[in-house]
């Protein structure tokens, strides 16, 4: 069973940088892409960024765009997503994705508070 594991979470200033790291149990070259998400109690999870495994290409979402940026460490099979110019509005549970197939991996989520 694929294992997602995130790590890097914690509390910042706004305007401030943190750099969430997502470690896999398998090769993520094995997953077609892989994702971030993040989500609020009572609030849907948002689709946060993604990564093609095979080209490295990203897309953002607009409310990060310009701020986060998403790269892939295949030699430790692990996905970072680096968070500039915090926002109190980014304060979330940050969950990794990974896609294969018809299947989707979830991490067990790692919190984020942005304080103002």
């Known amino acids: 069973q694929v294992q997602l594991v995130e790590s890097g979470g914690g509390l910042a200033q706004a305007g401030g940088s943190l750099r969430l790291s997502c470690a896999a149990s398998e090769d993520i070259l094995s997953f077609e892409d892989m994702r971030w998400y993040r989500q609020n109690p009572g609030k849907q999870r948002e689709w946060v960024a993604i990564i093609t495994t095979g080209d490295g290409s990203t897309v953002f979402a607009d409310s990060v765009k310009g701020r986060f940026t998403i790269a892939l460490d295949n030699a430790k099979n692990t996905m970072h997503l680096q968070m500039n110019s915090l926002k109190p509005e980014d304060t979330a549970v940050y969950y990794c994705?990974?896609?294969?197939?018809?299947?989707?991996?979830w991490g067990q989520g790692t919190q984020v508070t942005v304080s103002s």
């Open positions: 994705n990974a896609a294969r197939g018809l299947t989707n991996y």
